[in-house]
């Protein structure tokens, strides 16, 4: 078909003022449901927030937020990113196996830091058929870049957001620094999402961990079979199962088991390491990108689930993951992040629960060595006071393990010997509380590992009779 040069001039006119029309109707539809954040209103120093936009339903109605109305600000523009310079990963990415025999697909989203679990733990994340990639912000260290390049993981570089360089909505009553901090990981947590379906789109799962995690033994397999283990009370539409349980030990959970959790989990166990449904994976990245100046991203996940009532979420017990960090990447961030530890994290095997090895009639287990650059028990601990083993034990209830070290210092844990035994005589370091118990209280960089009393039964739930005769023993014969 032929067109006339000028039927042609006449079209483009024409298209030209139909989309002179039609843009800014175009924009006003999208900006009442894009990126938007909530608008806020000063009252009496007080900061007010109404929320608008497909948010708005599910945080109203949620019991999560429930916040003071004032009213709205204008929306901001689309999100854009700016592509970094060069090539937009540092290497080829190498996946293990083809596309089609990837079942897992883990991203670690990493940011510079003084200490990192990094690159120890994505190495031991990967499998046979898993596939492993790191985005990070920031530096990386030459030797983790080494080894990251030894074990064929590819490590692509965080794109800067050119949205977060003009003013930004003020959210949560946070300063300005902090609300373009938590939404810059939010979008970088999107990112990530959509990187890893663009690198392992037929893969049925993926998965997204925090940098500062120690790993335990076997994660991806475990995850793998625990998710083919408990398909029929997962169903065929769950959204998201943790591999992080923030929450203490009751004697109603059962380890080995998947449960269903509260959808208002960003207070017990966040985004530490979060596996997804791949139907899941871009809708939630859409969203995060949608939101991204609302809420922090491990309040905007749960409230997702709050507008899809249709994904159920899971958590597996214990813990596959246990979170490390002590300093936030946010300089004003307050929290006490070396307190933030899941008291059900196991490194290599939780079987031996059951029956703790103990030598004594004081359930002292034996003289075993320590790291500081990663704890071998690495659940809640202080070193700011001298205390005694029965201290120690009460502090670490919530946990089988305790351990004594350089005669004050005290750990927990659910697991211990990643760095190996010494004989019992090594751990000769008095105890500063007075203690005539042989090799009680460890030495420099050595624990002397107790028993707390905390007992598994057969079905793998915590037996409570067994747990609170044992340790009424123990607190006759500890000192």
Not at 41 to 57: C, Y
Not at 205 to 217: H, K, N, Q, S, T
């Amino acid at each position: 078909m032929q067109v006339s040069i000028p039927l042609a001039l006449a079209l483009m006119v024409l298209g030209g003022t139909i989309a002179t029309v039609l843009a800014p109707m175009a924009y006003a539809w999208y900006r009442s449901s894009g990126c938007q954040g909530p608008g806020v209103l000063s009252t009496g120093g007080q900061l007010e927030v109404r929320w608008r936009g497909p948010l708005a339903h599910a945080l109203q109605d949620s019991e999560l937020f429930h916040r003071p109305r004032g009213t709205m600000s204008p929306s901001l523009p689309a999100l854009r990113t700016r592509e970094p310079a060069g090539n937009h990963h540092t290497h080829t990415p190498t996946r293990t196996g083809t596309r089609g025999q990837i079942q897992l697909a883990l991203g670690f989203l990493s940011a510079e830091r003084e200490t990192s679990q990094l690159p120890d733990a994505a190495v031991r994340v990967s499998g046979p058929h898993t596939a492993v990639l790191l985005q990070h912000r920031g530096s990386l260290p030459d030797s983790a870049r080494h080894v990251l390049q030894l074990s064929k993981i590819p490590v692509f570089p965080a794109r800067d957001h050119v949205k977060l360089e003009g003013e930004i909505p003020l959210t949560l009553n946070d300063t300005a620094d902090r609300v373009r901090w938590r939404s810059a990981h939010a979008l970088d947590y999107a990112a990530l999402l959509r990187t890893l379906v663009a690198e392992y789109p037929a893969a049925p799962y993926f998965g997204v961990l925090e940098d500062d995690l120690l790993i335990a033994d076997n994660f991806s397999s475990t995850v793998l079979a625990a998710i083919a283990a408990h398909r029929e009370e997962m169903g065929a539409e769950w959204g998201l199962l943790s591999l992080y349980n923030g929450v203490p030990l009751t004697e109603n959970i059962r380890w080995g088991a998947i449960t269903e959790m509260a959808r208002t989990f960003c207070g017990g166990c966040g985004a530490v390491a979060l596996v997804f449904r791949a139907a899941v994976v871009l809708p939630l990245a859409e969203y995060i990108e949608s939101h991204c100046f609302e809420l922090p991203v491990d309040m905007l996940i749960p409230s997702y689930l709050q507008l899809r009532r249709d994904l159920p979420a899971f958590e597996y017990t214990p813990s596959l993951a246990q979170h490390m960090g002590t300093v936030s990447t946010f300089r004003g961030n307050g929290k006490e992040r070396a307190r933030l530890k899941s008291p059900t994290f196991v490194y290599s095997g939780w079987q031996h629960l059951h029956t703790p090895p103990t030598k004594a009639d004081s359930g002292f287990v034996g003289c075993y060595r320590d790291s500081r650059s990663s704890r071998d028990l690495p659940g809640l601990f202080d070193a700011g006071a001298a205390y005694s083993l029965t201290d120690c034990a009460a502090l670490c209830s919530n946990y089988f393990f305790f351990g004594m070290q350089y005669g004050y210092e005290c750990y927990c844990g659910n697991d211990y010997g990643r760095y190996g035994k010494v004989s019992d005589s090594k751990c000769a370091r008095p105890c500063m509380r007075e203690c005539k118990l042989p090799n009680a209280c460890g030495g420099p960089s050595l624990n002397s590992i107790y028993w707390t009393g905390l007992t598994l039964g057969p079905g793998g739930q915590i037996d409570k009779a067994a747990t609170k005769q044992a340790r009424a023993h123990l607190q006759k014969v500890l000192c």
